[in-house]
């Protein structure tokens, strides 16, 4: 089993940084391909980033490409999204999500790809 746990989570003024992380354990990190989702108030659960097992290739939904940076450090097997000029309709839960499939290097954005899920962080950014 794998374990994910996020922090970092908060409340931002627009136009302000967050960086959130997510450590996992439970198994060997490299092996696993990790994303970042979020979830708004009364809207479905939604593809932020993902990165690959060695981080050499990151993927973003279009809506946060240029403002969110994610990475990975697998010595310390913690995950991170780095969020700048943050906007309103950044706010959401943040979820850290894993992946032990082959599969999720092709559909990156698809929730069904990942295994793993952690509790959520809230992230709100006041206007």
């Known amino acids: 089993q794998v374990q994910l746990v996020e922090s970092g989570g908060g409340l931002v003024q627009a136009g302000h940084s967050l960086r959130l992380s997510c450590a996992a354990s439970?198994?060997?990190?490299?092996?696993?391909?990790m994303g970042w989702f979020r979830q708004a108030p009364g809207k479905e659960r939604e593809f932020v980033a993902a990165?690959?097992?060695?981080?050499?290739?990151?993927y973003y939904a279009d809506s946060v490409k240029g403002r969110f940076t994610i990475s990975r450090d697998n010595a310390k097997n913690t995950v991170y999204l780095q969020m700048n000029s943050l906007k309103p309709e950044d706010t959401a839960v943040y979820y850290c999500?894993?992946?032990?499939?082959?599969?999720?290097?092709?559909?990156?954005?698809?929730?069904?790809?990942?295994?793993?899920w952690g509790q959520g962080t809230q992230v709100t950014v006041s206007s």
């Open positions: 439970g198994r060997t990190f490299k092996t696993l391909f």
């Open positions: 990165v690959s097992w060695s981080g050499s290739s990151t």
């Open positions: 999500a894993a992946s032990t499939l082959i599969t999720v290097v092709r559909d990156t954005f698809i929730q069904g790809q990942y295994d793993y």
